[in-house]
Nanobody, 125 residues
Framework: QVQLVESGGGLVQAGGSLRLSCAASGRAFSTYAMGWFRQAPGKEREFVAAISWGSSSTYYTDSVKGRFTISRDNGKNTVYLQMNSLKPDDTAVYYC??????????????????WGQGIQVTVSS
């Protein structure tokens, strides 16, 4: 059974930084791509960033490029999202997700099978 637990969210002023962590249980973490998504109030969930199983590839939605960095530590079964220069528009519940299939790179589509419970990020103006 795969469980994903996010941490590191909170309230920050515009221009500030936060680092989200997602700790994964289950086997073979190092063979699955991981992603971060977010859902703002009244909006659909949207893709934010993804990283391949060995960290050789990353992919970001345009609105966070240059501000957010996704990384992972396979020894700790953890994926991170470093968020800098935060804006009020980044306010949302952030979710981490694990790809459905191992050694598969489809970063922004619906190919994620497991989701965390989500964590709130609020950016004040």
């Amino acid at each position: 059974q795969v469980q994903l637990v996010e941490s590191g969210g909170g309230l920050v002023q515009a221009g500030g930084s936060l680092r989200l962590s997602c700790a994964a249980s289950g086997r073979a973490f190092s063979t699955y791509a991981m992603g971060w998504f977010r859902q703002a109030p009244g909006k659909e969930r949207e893709f934010v960033a993804a990283i391949s199983w060995g960290s050789s590839s990353t992919y970001y939605t345009d609105s966070v490029k240059g501000r957010f960095t996704i990384s992972r530590d396979n020894g700790k079964n953890t994926v991170y999202l470093q968020m800098n220069s935060l804006k009020p528009d980044d306010t949302a519940v952030y979710y981490c997700a694990r790809a459905r299939l191992p050694i598969t790179w489809n970063p922004s589509d619906g190919n994620y099978a497991y989701w965390g419970q989500g964590i709130q990020v609020t950016v004040s103006s």
